[in-house]
């Protein structure tokens, strides 16, 4: 089951870290390895998303979704969509961007780093706003109560994580400013990174609102049809089935693209807080997004989708690491192996959680059963 369902994911990432020493020797090999983490790290509450969508899903949906989207996914938000963020922040042609990160990455990496402060304060706007969503949210499920219970009550207030998102981007731009008095040439610099961390922010609302959008619509085609298969049963009449698997799917699958759009955003931003070499980011990234893919199906195919429930926490708490550590390099160099380690142990201190509770709960089950079975010997 293991092997048929992550084959060409495990099949995929061997060819990665292959080409990956083949490119630049065991540290692009690490490099690669680590972005890999990450990318399935932070795309694992993604996979557990489109699985809960997916499912519901008839067979000619499920397969678009898991070849057009998988290419989409992979070619069009991993390998494209990094190339464009390089062309715009240092003004650039794609096909410009993709010569120089190939044969003059002396000048490659001079342009990207020239760029790195728009770069740093678009994406660390951008996932400083999903993490701060999602720690506002009261939540059932609590994996560090003590933080998370009154961080849900001031999630009450409403555009709390929009006003304090825009001090930590005047804090920063103003620290710049601050710094750049001290260094000539950086001045413009300092109004770069307010434009680029309110350019990151517009984003994420609009990608949040289209996410919005196609989420209302599912509702909508779902209801419409619950009461068209009452009035079916009532009248005796059979609905078409696919007419109704077609019009509820297209709004599935839509809604399925917004989302790993908007999820691969986050771990190509991420990817730029590791290394500015596109190629090892497309590697890392690429094998990430085949993982996604493969955890969606197995999802599915399992049908439980919360064995491990601070995994999704762990994912966000990583979201954040990242976000302030894009702020951070603005100014303040950090080694990429403690960046992408600060998300391993995120994830990995989320998942020993869950694993911890589900056993405390096995055993609570447990000695209730045994509980029962007394009283009942006892009243024989």
């Given at each position: 089951m293991v092997l048929k369902t992550f084959g060409w994911s495990f099949a995929v990432t061997a060819l990665g870290l292959v080409a990956a020493v083949f490119y630049g020797g065991w540290t692009a090999f690490g490099v690669v390895a680590i972005l890999s983490v990450l990318e399935i790290s932070l795309s694992f509450d993604n996979a557990v998303v489109n699985a809960g969508i997916l499912k519901k899903m008839n067979a000619f949906w499920q397969r678009i979704f898991l070849t057009v989207g998988v290419l989409i996914a992979v070619f069009g938000m991993r390998l494209v969509f990094p190339v464009v963020i390089v062309a715009i922040s240092?003004?650039?042609?794609?096909?410009?961007?993709?010569?120089l990160a190939l044969t003059d990455k002396d000048r490659y990496q001079e342009l990207v780093t020239d760029a790195h402060p728009a770069i740093a304060a678009?994406?660390?706007?951008?996932?400083?706003?999903?993490f701060l969503d999602f720690i506002f949210e009261d939540r059932d499920i609590k994996w560090l109560?003590?933080?998370?219970?009154?961080?849900a009550k001031l999630g009450k207030i409403d555009m709390l994580s929009v006003c304090i998102a825009l001090i930590v981007l005047l804090i920063t731009s103003l620290t710049f400013a601050t710094h750049a008095h001290l260094h000539a040439g950086h001045a413009d610099k300092a109004e770069t990174v307010l434009l680029s961390g309110i350019g990151g922010l517009i984003t994420y609302m609009v990608v949040g609102g289209l996410s919005g959008y196609f989420?209302?619509?599912?509702?909508?085609e779902e209801e419409r049809e619950h009461e068209e298969e009452e009035e079916a049963e009532r009248t005796g009449r059979k609905k078409t089935p696919v007419v109704l698997a077609g019009q509820a799917a297209f709004f599935m699958?839509?809604?399925?693209?917004v989302l790993d759009?908007?999820?691969?955003?986050?771990?190509?931003?991420?990817?730029?807080?590791?290394?500015?070499d596109i190629v090892l980011m497309a590697l890392g990234l690429g094998i990430g997004a085949m993982y996604v893919?493969?955890?969606?199906?197995?999802?599915?195919?399992?049908?439980?989708?919360d064995d491990y429930v601070y995994l999704e926490h762990g994912a966000h708490y990583a979201i954040g690491a990242l976000a302030v550590i894009l702020l951070v390099t603005i100014q303040y160099e950090i080694s990429e192996i403690i960046t992408g380690l600060v998300g391993v142990v995120l994830i990995a201190w989320s998942f020993w959680s869950s694993v911890r509770r589900n056993r405390a709960l096995a055993a609570a089950e447990g000695n209730a059963g045994s509980d029962d079975k007394t009283e009942v010997s006892s009243g024989v």
């Open positions: 240092a003004q650039l042609g794609p096909i410009e961007a993709v010569d678009f994406g660390g706007m951008f996932l400083l706003m999903i109560g003590w933080l998370e219970r009154p961080l989420e209302g619509k599912l509702e909508e699958f839509l809604y399925l693209e759009a908007s999820f691969s955003f986050d771990g190509v931003i991420g990817a730029f807080a590791i290394t500015n893919r493969s955890l969606t199906v197995y999802l599915v195919r399992q049908g439980t989708l």
